[in-house]
Structures are given as structure tokens and as C-alpha cells.
């Protein structure tokens, strides 16, 4: 029975003819296997919680906003109505005027008490506009606290979802929209700051041409995939999974690494890096290919010190795999 068990089992050696298994060992692998499980459990459980509560704010302050555009175009079709009013009254005003000064001309008593009653009007409409003014103000404010205090939202990014629904067949080369679409793929929001800067651009990469077909591939539901996505996500992905990597041991990221390749190995070589650093902001520049189902994109690391590389990445279908990355 000690035999069949041979490939499971932790052993040691008494002598050279005779091996004695060690039920210590056997225990302390199958605690160290089952702690390192409930941690990962409990990790994707944080992760789902943190990202419901974070769904749930956004939604919450979204319908704030709804309901202070909706008091805005109330309040302004109920200006529009009294601006019509006051103008049927600037006529009746401006004959009354006319009739006033008639009367000024020839009973000058007369004329001042009705001077004031006309400045009591002008004061009534300077009034309305203050209001129209305040709401607009409301609008604005609402807007800023969607941006500021939901996490990945913006005045742009409630334009992605369209965006993203339309044709986008011609790469622009403008990834502003793109990475707020691909946040998600933030492994442990290991990355604080991703971002776009549109002046770097071709920097290393010889040989290489723009994206002119962006479409990657379409899906049996007839969903299109397009390049850029797939490029910015699976490098987000990447980058914040070597993250969690070195700084706890998770292996994650070997999944988006091609076998045989030398990254994979110098991976691999360093796992649990006892020199992690936060990384601070991951910036991309641009996004290009070959040709030949290779894609290059420059990226720019903050840390302790900025590392500007390329990463490499080929089709494998229907996903994007790293194969090398080029420290410049």
C-alpha cells in the first residue's frame, strides 16, 4: 500500500534499500494547501464585496444626478412659461408706458408711484434667473461628485458604453475610453493610477506599423472584439498580477505568459520578490503590430524609479498571451 501511494506522499530515505513515508510532512503539506485555499477564498470574496459596494454607490449617485436633471428641465420649462408671461406684460408695460408718459406730461403727481410699481417688476424677474442659475449650479456639482467620489467614473465615461457599441472597425488611437472599460482587469487593484499619454509614440518599436483593422475577432453571439481592448486589458491584467505576485507568491499570472519563452522563465526564476515595490501608475503610449498577429504596446512604470518598456503580446485565438518584455 506504501508503494502505490509513492508519488503523493512525502518520503525520506533510512538507508538505500528501504523508504519510510513521514506522516509530519504529509500533514504540514496538506495544512499549507488548504490555508493557502481558504486565503484565495477569501480574497475573491473581498474583491466581490468591495466591487458590489462600489456598483451600488455609483448607481446610487447616478440617480441622484438623474433626479437633478430632471428638478433643472422642470424648473427651466417653468421659466420658459413665465418668460412668455413677462413678455405679454412688457407689452401691456410698454403701452402703459406710453399712456404714462402722456399722463407725466400732463399730471407729473401722478407719474412716480407708478415708476416705482415698474421697478418692482424688473426685481421679481432678476429673480427667476438667479433661480435658473442656482439649479444649473446643482447639475454641475452633482456631476463633480460622480466623478470624484465613484471609483473609475467621469463626464467622459458615461460615454463609453455607446462608444464601445458603435463601430469601431478603424483604430484611433486615442485608449482614454478604452482603459476605463478594461479597470476590472486591475488584479487586487495592484496599479493605482492607469492612464494614456498621447504624446509617446512608436518610441522602440522599429519595424512595426499602426493597427489598421481593429477588429480582433467576433463571438458566436456576434460580439466584436476589438485589438486595443484585448491589448490594454490583457496588459493591465498583466502587469498588476506580477504585482500580487511579488509580493505574495500568487501564480496567477503565469497563465498570461507563453510557455517556452524566456520571460516565462525568468518568471518564474524570481517569484516572491523580497524587492516588491508599489507601483504607483502604469501609463500607455502607443499601441501597434506586425502583421502577423503580434502586438507591441509601450508602457510606462512608476516606482521607486520610471521604467519605460515594451510588452509583446500574440493571438492565441480567442486571447492575448505576453511572450517578451523590452526594457528601453
Do not use: C
Not at 32 to 44: C, F, H, Y
Not at 120 to 148: D, M, P, Q, R
Not at 170 to 181: A, C, F, K, P, R
Amino acid at each position: 500500500r506504501q508503494l502505490e501511494k509513492q508519488d503523493t506522499i512525502p518520503e525520506r530515505k533510512i538507508d538505500d534499500k528501504t523508504t519510510e513515508y513521514d506522516p509530519a510532512a504529509l500533514k504540514a503539506k496538506i495544512a499549507a494547501d488548504a490555508e493557502e485555499k481558504a486565503a484565495e477564498e477569501k480574497r475573491a470574496a473581498e474583491e466581490a464585496e468591495k466591487a458590489a459596494a462600489e456598483e451600488e454607490t455609483k448607481i446610487a449617485v447616478e440617480e441622484q444626478a438623474e433626479e437633478a436633471a430632471d428638478t433643472v428641465a422642470e424648473e427651466t420649462e417653468a421659466a420658459a412659461e413665465e418668460t412668455a408671461e413677462a413678455e405679454e406684460k412688457a407689452e401691456e408695460v410698454a403701452e402703459e408706458a406710453k399712456a404714462e408718459e402722456k399722463t407725466a406730461e400732463e399730471k407729473p403727481e401722478e407719474a412716480a408711484p407708478k415708476a416705482e410699481e415698474e421697478a418692482e417688476k424688473g426685481s421679481k424677474g432678476g429673480t427667476v434667473a438667479i433661480v435658473i442659475l442656482a439649479l444649473i449650479l446643482v447639475v454641475l456639482l452633482a456631476l463633480l461628485a460622480l466623478k470624484f467620489f465613484v471609483p473609475g467614473f467621469s463626464a467622459e465615461n458615461t460615454a463609453v458604453p455607446k462608444a464601445v457599441a458603435m463601430d469601431r472597425a478603424e483604430y484611433s488611437g486615442d485608449l482614454n475610453g478604452v482603459i476605463q472599460t478594461q479597470l476590472d482587469k486591475n488584479y487586487g487593484e495592484a496599479i493605482e493610477i492607469i492612464r494614456y499619454d498621447s504624446s509617446w509614440k512608436a518610441k522602440g518599436m522599429d519595424g512595426t506599423e499602426k493597427i489598421e483593422d481593429n477588429v480582433w475577432y467576433k463571438g458566436k453571439d456576434g460580439t466584436v472584439h476589438y485589438v486595443d481592448e484585448a491589448v490594454v486589458g490583457t496588459v493591465i491584467a498583466y502587469e498588476s498580477q506580477r504585482q500580487i505576485m511579488d509580493q505574495n507568491g500568487d501564480l496567477k499570472v503565469l497563465d498570461l505568459i507563453k510557455d517556452g519563452t524566456e520571460l516565462r522563465a525568468e518568471t518564474e526564476a524570481v517569484i516572491s520578490s523580497s524587492n516588491y515595490e508599489p507601483m504607483r501608475s502604469l501609463t500607455f503610449g502607443e499601441i501597434r503590430e506586425s502583421g502577423d498577429g503580434t502586438f507591441y504596446a509601450w508602457v510606462r512604470e512608476e516606482k521607486t524609479k520610471d521604467t519605460e518598456k515594451i510588452i509583446t503580446l500574440e493571438d492565441n485565438g480567442t486571447k492575448l498571451i505576453v511572450t517578451a518584455e523590452t526594457i528601453l
